[in-house]
């Protein structure tokens, strides 16, 4: 953001905007990529018969995925305010700032498991730094993470030291700082990941990793992998609940639209592709199963890293790097609620982050410990992990996404809506054809259906 304007320091004029076209990649590119790329899609795919699960995925980014970008683009860009506020303006009087309200409790659930993993890492990173983390066989990898997140207090504490990092970062306002640091730190990411791929292809298990993650069995597409693969889509995209929108709010009149929502999409996908070509090879080479769930990354990363030469050196550069994507994450989720409570409740910055930061801990309290002593605790089946996952990622976040396109297509006005996808008509219009199309029909429609087909209405 420009250094002399501060965000939220009084009416819209005054809004802090970013500087440059490469601040607007680089933040949202930094929501984007994080523990979803790294984490959540290597398991969710092991868990949905990978090819499959892969294909879907990589179809729903670009045919729903970047047209709700562009949606949530729009509408932030083309208010200036936060995602209530923005419903608000484009449709005053009519109940759709809802659609608002809901994004913000998905955000806070969210942020809350999101805090969980995050403390994992917190935790890796430490036990590289201390050398703790060089073990030998891979039952010692496995015993270990399972005897580290079902004890009591570690992972607990370690969600909320997380928290408290983010909120410090938060109460200040000036995400600048971690801003720079991330755009030259992910590039360093990315180098990584890219040398532990080449390490992964390299292992006797590669072959079949392989034609696990990229081999799709069409015959494994069943509606369950269909509603996965989308909430898995519009988790990594930060997608669904405003969180676009919001940062869009800080886009000035030249960003092209179109334009960062396909290079976000497809820089988030590539990093994605890559953690799971990291992974899977490793998966197959140590006889882990694919399935595992939340905790898959965890227990077969330590064995890449330790596979590699210097092993303790890579681990400590890798968990920091990921600590950061995870905040950079973190930071954008958070600031859905913080924009609103400053901007609608008129509350001041610290207040509203303490605020928002006092729910997380509450929460990541209790999904922390549903590894350990509240494990016994399952609603529909599912520990409290499972479940602030599985609602926000594969219902709350689609169902936000489906009002959104559905908002921008159809009720806000049209000329506003082009004007915005054009720069008011500087852009051509034919590509953006195209885009208000998929936002009025394809996304809405797509997305109806795999709801409708994965409770079994259709099928
Ligand atoms: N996309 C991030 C990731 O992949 C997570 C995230 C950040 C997010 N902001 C969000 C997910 C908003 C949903 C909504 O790690």
């Not at 030998?136 to 969600?159: C, K, V």
């Not at 889509?233 to 000035?252: E, K, P, R």
């Not at 399935?291 to 590699?308: R, W």
């Not at 973190?330 to 509350?347: L, P, Q, R, V, Y």
Request: hydrophobic share 50%; proline share 4%.
């Amino acid at each position: 953001m420009n250094k002399d304007s501060k965000p939220h320091d009084g009416g819209s004029t005054t809004r802090a905007q970013f500087a440059t076209r490469l601040g607007v990649i680089a933040t949202t590119v930094g929501s984007a990529v994080g523990l979803g790329n790294i984490w959540r899609f290597p398991y969710e795919a092991g868990s949905h018969g990978g090819g499959a699960f892969m294909l879907c995925y990589v179809f729903f980014i670009f045919i729903i995925g970047i047209p709700v970008i562009c949606a949530e683009f729009i509408m932030g860009r083309g208010t200036h305010s936060n995602i209530i506020g923005a419903y608000r303006k484009l449709a005053p009087g009519k109940p759709w700032y809802w659609a608002g309200y809901m994004g913000i409790l998905a955000s806070i659930l969210i942020l809350s498991f999101y805090s969980v993993v995050a403390g994992w890492t917190l935790e890796y990173f430490i036990q590289s730094v201390s050398g703790n983390l060089d073990l030998g066989s891979t039952a010692a990898f496995h015993d270990r993470f399972e005897s580290f997140a079902s004890s009591n207090y570690r992972p607990a504490l370690f969600a909320l030291l997380f928290l408290a990092v983010n909120y410090l970062i938060l109460r200040r306002g000036v995400t600048a700082g971690i801003e720079r640091m991330s755009n030259i730190l992910m590039p360093v990411l990315f180098l990584l990941l890219l040398i532990f791929c080449i390490n992964s292809l390299m292992m006797p298990g590669a072959d079949e990793g392989l034609r696990f993650l990229f081999k799709p069995d069409f015959s494994a597409i069943t509606p369950t992998v269909l509603l996965g693969a989308m909430g898995q889509a519009f988790f990594s995209l930060s997608l669904g609940l405003g969180c676009m929108a919001t940062y869009a709010s800080y886009f000035n009149h030249r960003t092209q639209l179109a334009r960062s929502a396909t290079l976000t999409a497809s820089l988030d996908t590539l990093v994605a592709v890559l953690a799971g070509v990291m992974i899977f090879p490793a998966v197959f080479t140590f006889g882990f199963s694919p399935s595992a769930g939340p905790t898959l990354v965890f227990e077969v990363l330590p064995s890449i890293l330790h596979s590699l030469p210097g092993g303790i050196v890579w681990s400590s550069l890798f968990f920091f790097l990921l600590i950061l994507a995870s905040l950079t994450s973190t930071i954008s989720m958070s600031e859905i609620s913080i924009a609103f409570i400053i901007e609608e409740k008129k509350m001041d910055r610290r207040k509203a982050t303490a605020l928002n930061t006092c729910v997380a801990m509450v929460l990541a309290t209790l999904c922390a410990l549903s590894f350990g002593c509240l494990s016994g605790m399952t609603i529909f089946g599912m520990t409290l992990f499972n479940l602030f996952d599985y609602l926000s990622s594969n219902i709350l976040l689609p169902l936000g996404g489906m009002v959104c396109s559905f908002f921008v297509g159809w009720i806000a006005d049209r000329a506003f809506v082009r004007s915005q996808l054009t720069n008011g008509g500087t852009l051509r219009l034919r590509a953006m054809r195209v885009i208000i199309f998929c936002i009025r029909w394809i996304a809405p429609v797509c997305i109806a259906i795999v709801f409708l087909n994965s409770i079994g209405f259709i099928n």
